[in-house]
């Protein structure tokens, strides 16, 4: 089943970031930056929700929908770009997906129907989608293995970044502009994108590689000769981001939401200051998930973190108090969105570099496609039994992942690539 071999505790025992080299940095930065720009550009439709559909016409329903759909792009985009990495080098393909989400963000300001905005959020997914499979790749590539948590934590503190930065782009330029020059902060990343291709270079392993195989080779691979850590991983990836999606997708608008109607009726500079503040806690949960799976194996990291999410999002969403709202909210971030950093490692770990990020892209982003069905089903559940109790059945999923991770999955600690 896996694709590792055993590695020894030689010269790379120092700290993570001790004599590292220059092409190591640059792969770090690039990872980094351009997965913050991602989960920015994916993040602003959910904090401006109220004002686009109040523009356009539609309900919540429609706008988990819309958020769903969005979800099932990067599915799209995770194959296809994850295809190109293996088969044009990872930079090339990192490029090319930032080029795609930057777009799809600033196109998404000139919607004037929902069709429109469902286009141009489909187009944005695909980059999304494929950014992570080409960044997670290179970065696993580049990192010695007993660090590789580790490194991908740090990393993927860049998801709390930019959800950050997509609330402090909504709270700066809504009341001022609207939500449409909002949107137009998504090319950014295009400028990112002339960085990356001056300045990375493609991973040595990948280089090295001989094997260039086919779109239908990697699949056949995938679901032939590989297919139980290809439907293990899809298994319990799927459950977790349900339960992600299901909850953050609607939490700026649960804070926003009336007293009256089961939320705390927070306006918009506080709901900003209480994400901002969630996202500290999501953050330090991305670090502290490396740090402990490099220590007690990526199994028994993710069980603690699926299981202590499940028994933090009823409390939360139960939860009266304005000040304990700021003081949890971290708390639920910290174990509800830090396993995000065990997913590249260990699919990493589990499949050979011929088809490494076709695999991490497509099981990744597969997993964020099959969870689209969440923040839909929470839009629709809220209408009748209101927000508070449609976020709080998010648990479930969580529990879910923990039991799939005991009983199947299995443990692949400091293990080198091939």
């Not at 590689?209 to 297919?227: D, N, P, S, W, Y």
């Not at 809220?382 to 199947?408: D, E, K, P, R, W």
Request: hydrophobic content about 55%; charged content about 10%; overall charge positive.
């Amino acid at each position: 089943m896996g694709s590792v071999t055993m590695a020894g505790q030689g010269a790379d025992a120092a700290k993570w970031y001790s004599g590292r080299t220059r092409q190591q940095w640059r792969a770090f930065v690039s990872a980094y930056i351009g997965w913050m720009l991602d989960i920015m550009d994916l993040m602003l439709f959910a904090m401006m929700i109220r004002y686009v559909s109040a523009d356009l016409g539609f309900d919540k329903g429609i706008a988990g929908t819309i958020a769903s759909m969005t979800l099932l792009a990067t599915a799209v985009g995770g194959l296809v770009f994850g295809f190109l990495a293996d088969r044009i080098g990872r930079t090339r393909s990192m490029i090319l997906s930032i080029l795609c989400y930057s777009v799809g963000t600033a196109l998404c300001g000139f919607s004037q129907t929902i069709g429109q905005l469902m286009v141009f959020r489909f187009i944005l997914g695909l980059g999304v989608g494929g950014e992570w499979s080409a960044g997670a790749a290179l970065i696993t590539e580049s990192w010695p293995a007993q660090h590789r948590g580790k490194v991908m934590a740090w990393v993927q503190s860049a998801f709390a970044a930019g959800y950050a930065l997509a609330a402090l782009v909504a709270a700066l330029v809504l009341p001022t502009l609207g939500w449409r020059w909002a949107f137009a902060v998504g090319l950014v990343p295009v400028v990112f994108a002339f960085w990356v291709r001056r300045h990375t270079e493609e991973s040595a392993i990948w280089a090295q590689q001989k094997t260039r195989l086919t779109l239908r080779e990697a699949l056949a691979a995938l679901f032939g000769q590989h297919l139980r850590p290809t439907l293990v991983g899809l298994a319990f990836t799927s459950a977790a981001m349900c339960g992600y999606w299901g909850l953050f997708t609607w939490i700026p608008s649960y804070l926003a939401t009336p007293v009256a109607q089961g939320g705390p009726g927070f306006d918009l500079t506080r709901s900003t200051t209480w994400i901002v503040v969630m996202q500290v806690g999501a953050a330090l949960g991305f670090i502290v998930f490396g740090y402990i799976a490099d220590r007690i194996g990526r199994r028994r990291a993710f069980m603690l973190f699926f299981v202590a999410s499940a028994v933090a999002v009823p409390l939360y969403v139960a939860i009266k108090s304005a000040a304990v709202l700021l003081a949890f909210g971290p708390v639920v971030a910290f174990f509800g969105t830090g396993f995000y950093s065990g997913f590249a490692p260990t699919f990493a770990e589990l499949f050979p570099t011929a088809i490494r990020a076709t695999a991490q892209g497509f099981i990744y982003n597969t997993g964020r496609a099959a969870s689209a069905l969440a923040p839909a089903a929470v839009g629709f559940l809220s209408q009748g039994n209101g927000v508070a109790s449609a976020l709080g059945a998010t648990a479930g999923f969580f529990a879910l992942a923990a039991v799939i991770v005991y009983f199947f999955l299995p443990e692949t600690r400091d293990g080198e690539l091939q």
